[in-house]
């Protein structure tokens, strides 16, 4: 078989050359074509061009491996929230269609093309499989399959706190039942109460709890709050009931009072006698872990009325730094303005601390002068009680 140079070099520059070569040599009988043969360009012309005729078509027809990948989205959802998963397909032959199948271990399946959505409704929790295959013909390299994963997850309950408002009253009052709930999946929710005593009306998120006829004590509510899927929350809060107002609420049990006239240059200051009547009330309150002490500071007409609030916070620092008493059993008050004194009370456990005995200020506006006392240590005479 002749072959034209020219048109040899037609067929060189449509062929790879040195390809054609590779694939002749492995393909090829050993004794034809030998490793140390040296090919002539006549014969590797003709060799090029049985590769044309004969071989090249098997070449070019590579086998083409079809890959599937799959993505689930969301991959974790409530029951009733759909998944949606698409497939990607990779070493397609373009000149053959593509057919998509899905198949789901749960839920129920839509498919269109490359994609699927599984309505999860009904579904327990849990985790399932979305299987996908994509066919471009009978052979296993024009077939591919893939897998995803979803996880359904059950509803959370709602939440819920409360709170009374006030906490503290005395017995015939009416409280308000202020209640927070949420619901992480947004669902309707439902709330409802109850106490250990008094009575509760309102069945929303704010409720009143009247205190009519109960006796000094604490009443116990609960909260509830549950959704339209009957998943439930609860919390709990307190009401402190204290004796009825009777007329004018009595100021306590009067201890003792402090005198501030011993010192001018330390006006406000607690000196060592005022630190004695101090001692005395810290080891009552000891006796009386339920009591609380109110502290009026009182100031003469001719000094800064916010001396009465000096010598009352004073006071009660003294017992919080030294005698280690609780800053939120004391409450300070302004007085009179009959002197640089202070009175000292006892108010017992149940009983609300008197309107009457003093006026309530603003800590944050008193500017603090000098030390608040006398560092202990030094003699002191007896405070004056009251008996």
């Known amino acids: 078989m002749f072959v034209a140079p020219s048109a040899l070099d037609g067929l060189r520059s ?27 360009p006549v014969m590797k012309s003709l060799l090029t061009c049985l590769c044309m005729i004969v071989f090249c078509p098997l070449l070019r027809a590579e086998k ?31 000149r053959k269609p593509s057919t998509f199948t899905w198949e789901s271990t749960g839920g129920r399946l839509s498919s269109a093309g490359n994609t ?20 471009q013909g009978d052979k296993p390299n024009q077939q591919a399959t893939c897998t995803a ?3 359904v997850v059950p509803f959370e309950p709602p939440s819920v706190s409360c709170r009374a408002v006030p906490n503290q009253v005395p017995s015939g009052s009416t409280v308000d039942i202020l209640t927070t ?28 709890l009247s205190t009519q006829s109960v006796q000094a004590g604490t009443i116990n509510v609960t909260c509830y709050v549950v959704d339209d899927r009957g998943l439930s929350a609860s919390a709990n809060t307190q009401v402190v009931v204290g004796k009825p107002v009777s007329g004018v609420l009595t100021a306590g049990k009067q201890v003792c009072g402090l005198n501030f006239m011993s010192d001018r240059q330390h006006s406000v200051r607690v000196d060592a006698a005022a630190e004695s009547c101090l001692d005395s009330v810290s080891y ?30 004073n006071a009660r620092q003294y017992l919080v730094d030294v005698r280690k008493v609780s800053a939120a059993r004391i409450d300070v008050r302004v007085g009179e303005t009959s002197g640089p004194t202070a009175r000292l009370a006892i108010i017992p456990a149940g009983e609300l601390l008197p309107t009457g005995g003093g006026q309530e200020f603003d800590e944050a506006l008193i500017v603090r002068h000098g030390e608040p006392y006398v ?13």
Request: one cysteine or more; hydrophobic letters at 40%.
């Open 181 to 208: 709930a949420a619901s992480a999946q947004n669902r309707p929710l439902t709330y409802a109460y109850s106490v250990s005593a008094g009575k509760l009306s309102g069945t929303g998120a704010a409720a009143k």
């Open 284 to 313: 009552m309150l000891r006796q009386s872990p339920g009591a609380m002490l109110m502290i009026v500071g009182n100031a003469s007409p001719t000094e800064p009325p916010e001396n009465a609030a000096e010598r009352a916070m």
């Open 14 to 40: 449509s062929v790879d050359t040195a390809h054609a070569e590779t694939r002749l040599r492995t393909i090829m009988p050993m004794p034809l074509v030998d490793e140390d043969t040296k090919i002539s």
């Open 64 to 94: 083409h491996q079809l890959a599937l990948g799959c993505l689930a989205q969301p991959d974790s959802v409530h029951p009733g929230v759909a998944v949606d998963v698409t497939g990607t397909a990779l070493g397609e032959d373009p």
């Open 375 to 387: 560092r202990p240590g030094a003699s002191s005479p007896a405070c004056r009680r009251a008996r």
């Open 116 to 135: 699927a959505r599984i309505n999860t409704s009904g579904l327990n929790a849990g985790e399932y499989t979305i299987t996908g295959k994509v066919v």
């Open 149 to 151: 994963r979803f996880k």
